[in-house]
């Protein structure tokens, strides 16, 4: 599926430069304030070759202990988890309030066939996942495939249902052009994702406000013509509060305030996460 979109790099530079002059113009309790919201917005994530029960029980537990108190408790959105700590998260964060993501579909490089990569969203979500963050795979997509890339995250979404938010990374840092970026934030839009997410992290090339930027006006665009509203997700290298404010404010000016929540905002974290809760507490 190929569209219109060309990108504007001087579009994209005043955007940021507004953006950032919002920042540069916060009190230092407006700054706060933002931060809390931006804190309810992000999914705490151990992706670690390394992870265990125990370091996944220690993880979540931590998670659910680091809450706002200003007027009401509030969490981070979600945990993010490898397909065999589902289970595992679910019962430590149960009555939380805090949602159990899982990475899946192959993760990180997407090079699983289609089958198998179904039947790993299957496999989460009667684990009881309540997202997944999917990834597609950027070589069928880079030569030209995107009918397997579109057939791969519908086969996710049927499995998904109404059980679990679908999540589908593309790893910007691996399409090469803003033009990909746009098209391939469109396709798995238009095959029924429900976010659209940056980046693996796995990658030297995470998140960047320009790939943000692009994927920001493809949802957009898909919410004009489609008329419902999905999600965007940056993830991959975000590690302090400030960066971390640039991508919601930048969801804020493109996609407007009303729908700058937790609910279709996202940002995926690890370091950021107890750097901001110590910063808010």
């Known amino acids: ?10 579009a994209f530079k005043g955007c ?27 999914d705490n994530t151990t992706l670690n070759g390394s992870d265990s029960q125990l370091s996944v029980e220690t993880f979540c537990r931590a998670t659910r202990e680091m809450y706002l108190t200003d007027g009401k408790q509030s969490h ?3 945990v993010c988890v490898y397909p065999r700590f589902v289970g595992v ?14 990475v899946a579909g192959g993760f990180p490089a ?3 066939p289609q089958r198998i990569k179904t039947e790993e969203v299957k496999y989460v979500v009667e684990e009881g996942a309540d997202e997944v963050d999917f990834v597609i795979n950027r070589g069928d ?13 519908a086969a996710a979404k049927e499995v998904c249902g109404n059980s679990a938010l679908l999540k589908v990374i593309i790893e910007t840092g691996e399409l090469q052009t803003p033009e990909n970026v ?24 995470g998140a960047t406000p320009e790939a943000a930027y692009v994927m920001l006006l493809a949802v957009r665009d898909y919410i004009k013509i489609s008329k419902k509203t999905v999600g965007f997700k940056a993830a991959g290298g975000i590690s302090n509060p400030s960066d971390a404010l640039i991508y919601y404010l930048l969801h804020k000016k493109i996609l407007g305030k009303e729908i700058t929540n937790n609910q279709n905002f996202r940002i995926g974290a690890s370091r950021l996460t107890s750097q901001l809760f110590k910063f808010l507490s």
Not at 191 to 201: E, M, N
């Open 16 to 42: 940021i430069a507004e953006v950032e002059a919002t920042i540069g113009k916060l009190s230092d309790s407006e700054r706060k304030a933002k931060l809390s919201e931006v804190f309810t917005c992000i």
């Open 1 to 10: 599926m190929e569209n219109d979109f060309v990108f504007d790099p001087c």
């Open 89 to 102: 998260a679910k019962k430590e964060l149960e009555n939380s309030g805090i949602k159990v993501a899982s």
């Open 76 to 78: 981070v959105a979600s």
């Open 182 to 205: 746009y098209n391939a934030s469109r396709l798995v839009l238009d095959a029924g994702a429900d976010f659209v997410k940056t980046s693996t992290g796995k990658i030297p090339v």
């Open 141 to 153: 997509f880079l030569t030209g495939n995107t009918t397997a890339v579109f057939d791969e995250v």
């Open 110 to 112: 997407g090079q699983t």
